[in-house]
């Protein structure tokens, strides 16, 4: 089970910090990722950490998020800065054993489990 939580509502350049802590999974041997939907758009990725930490970002977020993981919490982590209104979304955590730890993909096919979401919402 993920289960997200740290969305809210923000101003423009504001930041937030997204939390997802599972039961039932070992992070440090799963692939793990950050999607985010608004309304009427597809799933898009966000963010991906691998068992590694070898990490990966959408072109739309470089530079402003950071993904991070606590193997001990069994916690991941997004960190947004200089958030956007085009940012606002509903967030959901995503996992995968993918292959050894090691992301299969970017993409919401890439990836087995999935939490609840928590919305974020950026006002201009």
């Known amino acids: 089970q993920l289960v997200e939580s740290g969305g809210g509502s923000v101003q423009s350049g504001g930041s937030l910090k997204l939390s997802c802590e599972a039961s039932?999974?070992?992070?440090?041997?799963?692939?793990m990722g950050w999607f985010r939907q608004a309304p009427v758009k597809e799933r898009e990725g966000v963010a991906t950490?691998?068992?590694?930490?070898?990490?990966s970002y959408a072109d739309s977020v470089k530079g402003r998020f950071t993904i991070s993981k606590d193997n001990a919490k069994n916690t991941l982590y997004l960190q947004m800065n200089s958030l956007k209104p085009e940012d606002t979304a509903m967030y959901y955590c995503?996992?995968?054993?993918?292959?050894?730890?090691?992301?299969?993909?970017?993409?919401?096919?890439?990836?087995?489990?999935w939490g609840q979401g928590t919305q974020v919402t950026v006002s201009s």
């Open positions: 039932g999974y070992t992070y440090s041997t799963y692939c």
């Open positions: 950490i691998d068992s590694d930490d070898n990490v």
């Open positions: 995503a996992a995968d054993p993918g292959i050894g730890g090691y992301c299969l993909g970017t993409f919401s096919t890439d990836f087995s489990y």
